[in-house]
């Protein structure tokens, strides 16, 4: 079960502010892979019920998980890149936009931990047209995380039919994990002023 998972270490940091452009890759990168993490294998966990541990030993099953975690997680980060920068720039003046180097920088690092060049590829395209169409001034306060979400919904290994019955319950479960995070974002950069 651990293989599937994130490095642990990715999750657990504790900040006590943002002070830096590390500190905020850090908090994108981290977050994320926690929001990823926890609601897809919730997801999976509460949907298959007993045989969880048979079928996430299951080759093929693994194999399905590993490639929804890493398309699922690509969203995830882009999500939380766009939102940080956007309540940065609207709420606390960053001139700087570094949100694409950013990006673009913590997916060519997750190389290492197993993100095929296919998904680095696709990420990369779709996060670029995205970051083209985003008002930087309003992107936080318009739904921010609704791509993840629905990446969630859409690349979780369930049944179809039994992921339609899920639609809402699926979409909640990350929106609420996703403004804990909101919520802990804004207490970590509420001194943080770039006037």
């Not at 890759?25 to 007993?50: C, D």
Request: include cysteine; aromatic fraction near 14%; hydrophobic fraction near 40%.
């Amino acid at each position: 079960m651990g293989e599937y998972l994130f490095p642990i270490e990715k999750v657990t940091s504790y900040f006590k502010s943002i002070k830096s452009k590390s500190d905020l890759k850090k908090f994108i990168q981290q977050r994320s892979a926690h929001v990823t993490q926890t609601t897809l294998y919730g997801y999976l966990k509460t949907r298959i019920g007993v045989k969880y541990t048979a079928m996430v030993e299951d080759e093929v099953f693994s194999k399905s998980i590993n490639i929804a975690k890493w398309n699922i997680y690509m969203i995830a980060i882009a999500d939380c890149a766009f939102y940080t920068f956007s309540y940065l720039i609207s709420e606390k003046n960053l001139k700087e936009n570094d949100c694409k180097e950013i990006y673009l920088d913590i997916i060519e690092k997750e190389k290492v931990n197993g993100l095929s060049d296919e998904i680095h590829l696709k990420a990369m395209k779709e996060f670029l047209n995205r970051y083209e169409k985003i008002d930087f001034h309003k992107y936080h306060s318009d739904n921010p995380f609704k791509e993840s979400c629905l990446a969630l919904y859409n690349w979780a290994p369930i049944a179809d039919e039994l992921k339609i019955l899920d639609k809402e319950i699926v979409l909640n479960s990350m929106r609420l994990k996703w403004n804990l995070k909101v919520d802990e974002f804004k207490k970590l950069t509420k001194n943080l002023n770039f006037d």
